[in-house]
Nanobody
Framework: QLQASGGGLVQAGGSLRLSCATSGRTNYVMGWFRQAPGKQREFVAGITWNWGTTVYADSVKGRFIVSRDKASRMVYLQMNSLKPEDTADYYC????????????????WGQGTQVTVSS
């Protein structure tokens, strides 16, 4: 099961940290995606559970940090310098294999958490 949490309302320039509880299987990749109203779901960041290798979308690179805690089986998305265009529902997801940016490659999804950034 996957459950994202930590969303909320924040002013532009602010920060939020999203959390996702996972099963912690070591051969898995964890991904964060987001979906704004009327838009397709888009890749935000991914991390390999075993090695901690990370990949970011260009739109969040330098502002967002994805991390995992093996002991607690949690994955986090630290979001800094938030912009109004970051407003979306954020989802955590998982797959076996490599990190990809294609939502259809991820078979398991949790419920999203809403992030709203006001200008």
């Amino acid at each position: 099961q996957l459950q994202a949490s930590g969303g909320g309302l924040v002013q532009a320039g602010g920060s939020l940290r999203l959390s996702c509880a996972t099963s912690g299987r070591t051969n898995y990749v964890m991904g964060w995606f987001r979906q704004a109203p009327g838009k397709q779901r888009e890749f935000v960041a991914g991390i390999t559970w075993n090695w901690g290798t990370t990949v970011y979308a260009d739109s969040v690179k330098g502002r967002f940090i994805v991390s995992r805690d093996k002991a607690s089986r949690m994955v986090y998305l630290q979001m800094n310098s938030l912009k109004p265009e970051d407003t979306a529902d954020y989802y955590c997801t998982t797959r076996s294999g490599d990190i990809t940016s294609n939502a259809s490659d991820y078979p398991w999804w949790g419920q999203g958490t809403q992030v709203t950034v006001s200008s």
